[in-house]
C-alpha cells in the first residue's frame, strides 16, 4: 500500500497516516504538497493499494446585511 497525500499544514497527513498504517503497518507514503521536493514518477503496478487523501476547504458565500433605505 501506497499512502499518497497533499497536506499543507500536516492534518492530513496525520489522518492518512493513521489510517494508511493500521491497514498496512509496511505502507509506503507519498508527499506531493511540495512538488519540488518529490520524485516526478513513481511505478506501481495492479497489486498496488493507493490511500490518497487532499485536504477539503469550504468557502462560504458572504451575503451583504446591510440594508438600504429607498426614498
Known amino acids: 500500500m501506497h499512502i499518497v ?3 499543507p ?3 492530513t497527513r ?3 497516516y493513521i ?3 493500521e491497514i498496512d ?3 509506503t507514503e507519498i508527499d506531493i504538497t511540495d512538488h519540488t521536493r518529490q520524485q516526478n514518477s513513481y511505478e506501481l503496478n495492479g497489486e498496488d493499494t493507493l490511500l490518497v487523501a487532499v485536504p477539503v476547504y469550504s468557502f462560504r458565500s458572504h451575503r451583504s446585511t446591510e440594508t438600504y ?3
Open 5 to 7: 497525500y497533499f497536506s
Open 9 to 11: 499544514t500536516g492534518g
Open 14 to 16: 496525520k489522518a492518512a
Open 19 to 21: 489510517i494508511g498504517k
Open 25 to 27: 503497518p509496511q505502507a
Open 69 to 71: 433605505n429607498r426614498a
